[in-house]
């Protein structure tokens, strides 16, 4: 059977054009108008809104910083304000002219629960310990002691107060006159937040699988809901539902461990089952998961409002205007939360996390971790604030043209540009400032990354608003490079595509217009035809054009096959060339996408090929008369291996001719047949041969047999 030695029929993808949206010469516009544009940016008094504006943030004041590393509840009693964190745990009081007193400080790790009763007592619980205190007269006193390793939570109640435990997971009930019921037993590790609606009606939520239970007027307990999350950090009563603030334990990238108890402390924490307890890490980095905001009907029906990629929530609060305030993620921002407009980044503080929020009378405070401090939301908006946009990467080295945007009020651009990533010090000093909205010449130098900021001033009783900035740029060329060529086997052509590249329209705008990306393109077997392949790439996404060049490996002079080519695979017939040993050359050029003086180019040689359309010739063919009846032959080709041989005796079926030493892997073979018994005595043999080129080669000999 005949064996072809030359690529089987295949089909191949890679692009057809180089046919891309940017171009050193292109001037490209970038946008920015969406919070998504603009969430990753640094902000100082700028409030990002859902719909992508920016704004000046409320006015905020630090009324406590450093005095804890966190803080977990805020209250307020009267004129006092109470701040309760760790590590190690620690209630203060403070006033909103900032003025501090420690009133608890324990060996216990820290003060989850905290709650102030409508008799203006204020109660909190170390953890580990289980021990509830009272504050009076400035001075914490222990009153009762639960039993539990850990407190989460304190909700008053009519004539008592609830307390959330974990480890075991309980919910006592606490009379004003200090007695204690066992109100609930969960079979789940932790009762981590309590809530009561108008009606009475009391919700907790678990933590190990994030159970959300209702407790009816008569006390009696039922699942509300069963999240996909682990823990239950806060629910909201709103109207006929709740708000449910969840996480999935384990993975956020914050350290969440146990904190260990105290060694010389009386309590003990049961280290065996693991309790969750949040001890955040002082490190600024993101959150692998989003957890999940629920508002949950009384139909049981969820919805998750927490889907933006913005951080787990750590704390929730409820406004008169309906909304949530959310602190969320590891970078100390706070949002806002309305059901129809969805999340917007209120403000953006130094501190690392948001624990704590807290209002009284219309009064909003915030309680921070990492450090610990207590903020107070003013009522009017900050006199001055700052956006910092995330360093734009033009990929290459860039030149840049102006900075326009549409807003109104009083806000001023400044520009600076590096060649790193993140700024520092080698990158130029801020440019500006750009006062002008419908764009201003940016002076920043030549580099790979651009940064703008926008300042805005309070000058009147409405803030300034930012709706959208663009600024412009063109990449500096830096040249196409061809990477690598393939040589196909004779035989394998790919006219069709050859034909759609010849024909492509070389205009810009045109080749603009195609769509980029990768077509199919399917070979032909065609006798004494040669094809080449090539990658090219571009740094700016330049469209190329290429000609290809050839020449014999023993001469000196290049010849031209094609010019301004457009396709990356290219087929011709090599029957029109001289047999021998051939190399090409390709010359990339970018110079449609440029200047005529700014265009570049490369080149790239192929490896040597051998160019073979003559066949093989058979040479010394003749009879040897002798008993044995056999035939000798010689085949030789110049330019390659003989790949097969066969004979055929009579116009009979071919066979197959195995030459002296019985391998075909060399130019010249020698062959000596032995024919065996012959009828008659005139006999006609055929001789086939092949070269490794598909080059055939027939010859025959008539020959009168000696042998009766």
Not at 92 to 107: C, L, M, P, W
Request: hydrophobic share 35%; aromatic share 10%.
């Amino acid at each position: 059977m005949k064996t072809k030695f030359y690529l089987l029929k295949i089909t191949i993808a890679l692009g057809l054009f180089c046919v891309a949206p940017l171009g050193a010469s292109d001037s490209v516009v970038k946008h920015y108008r969406t919070m998504k544009d603009f969430i990753k940016g640094k902000t100082s008094g700028i409030t990002i809104q859902a719909d992508g504006t920016l704004k000046l943030a409320p006015e905020t004041r630090h009324l406590t910083r450093n005095n804890m590393t966190q803080i977990w509840q805020i209250v307020r009693s009267g004129n006092q304000l109470y701040a309760a964190g760790g590590t190690p745990a620690m209630v203060i009081s403070f006033t909103e002219k900032g003025d501090t007193t420690t009133v608890y400080k324990g060996e216990e790790t820290t003060v989850f629960a905290m709650s102030s009763l409508p008799d203006g007592r204020v109660l909190f619980a170390p953890s580990p310990g289980g021990d509830i205190y009272e504050i009076s007269n400035g001075q914490a006193t222990k009153k009762i002691s639960l039993g539990a390793t850990y407190v989460w939570d304190i909700l008053p109640v009519k004539d008592a107060y609830l307390v959330a435990t974990g480890d075991p997971a309980t919910i006592f009930k606490v009379s004003n006159s200090g007695v204690v019921d066992t109100f609930f037993v969960s079979s789940e590790m932790h009762i981590r937040t309590l809530a009561k609606d108008h009606s009475g009606v009391i919700y907790a939520g678990s933590a190990e699988k994030g159970i959300i239970y209702k407790f009816g007027t008569d006390g009696k307990p039922t699942v509300f809901y069963d999240t996909r999350e682990t823990e239950i950090l806060k629910i909201i009563p709103d109207g006929n539902g709740i708000w449910a603030a969840a996480r999935e334990e384990g993975r956020s990238s914050a350290s969440r461990s146990t904190p260990a108890p105290n060694e010389n402390s009386n309590t003990a924490a049961s280290e065996k089952n693991g309790p969750k307890i949040p001890t955040l890490s002082s490190t600024k980095s993101r959150s692998t998961s989003n957890g999940a905001v629920y508002y949950i009907g009384a139909d049981g029906v969820a919805r998750n409002y927490w889907t933006s990629g913005k951080g787990q929530v750590q704390s929730m609060l409820k406004q008169d205007d309906g909304s949530l305030l959310l602190g969320a993620g590891t970078e100390g921002k706070l949002y806002v939360l309305n059901k129809d407009v969805g999340a917007s980044q209120l403000l953006d503080f130094d501190e690392d996390q948001i624990t704590e929020i807290y209002q009284h009378k219309g009064q909003v405070y915030v309680g921070t971790s990492n450090p610990g401090s207590s903020i107070l939301l003013q009522k009017g908006i900050a006199a001055r604030g700052e956006y910092i946009s995330p360093a734009f990467d033009a990929k290459l080295l860039a030149d840049w043209g102006s900075i326009s945007w549409k807003g109104k009020g009083s806000i001023s651009f400044f520009v600076r540009s590096g060649n790193s990533a993140d700024p520092d010090n080698t990158w130029g000093g801020w440019q500006g400032p750009y006062t002008n909205q419908a764009g201003s010449q940016v002076t920043a130098g030549a580099a790979r990354y651009l940064q703008w900021k926008a300042v805005f001033e309070n000058k009147s009783t409405r803030s300034p608003e930012l709706d959208a900035v663009d600024f412009g740029y063109r990449q500096v060329n830096v040249g196409p490079v061809v990477e690598k060529i393939s040589v196909y086997p004779p035989g394998v052509a790919f006219p069709a595509a050859v034909e759609e590249a010849r024909n492509a329209s070389l205009d810009l705008r045109d080749l603009k217009k195609q769509k980029s990306g990768t077509g199919t393109l399917k070979d032909v077997d065609k006798k004494g035809y040669q094809s080449i392949r090539w990658k090219a790439t571009d740094g700016n996404n330049d469209i190329l054009l290429y000609s290809i060049f050839y020449k014999k490996t023993d001469t000196k002079s290049w010849k031209k096959l094609i010019d301004n080519y457009i396709g990356k695979v290219y087929s011709w017939d090599s029957q029109a060339m001289e047999d021998g040993e051939y190399s090409v050359k390709i010359v990339t050029s970018d110079h449609l996408s440029n200047s005529p003086d700014n265009g570049l180019k490369s080149e790239k040689m192929s490896t040597p090929f051998v160019v073979d359309n003559t066949p093989p010739q058979i040479i010394d063919l003749k009879y040897l008369a002798g008993a044995e009846q056999k035939i000798s032959f010689t085949v030789n080709d110049l330019n390659g291996r003989i790949t097969e041989c066969y004979f055929s005796i009579n116009a009979g079926s071919w066979q197959h001719a195995q030459p002296r030493d019985g391998i075909l892997d060399s130019r010249t073979e020698s062959f000596l047949l032995e024919l065996g018994n012959l009828i008659g005595r005139e006999h006609t043999i055929m001789i086939k041969a092949f070269d490794e080129n598909e080059n055939v080669k027939f010859a025959h000999l008539n020959f009168t047999s000696t042998v009766n």
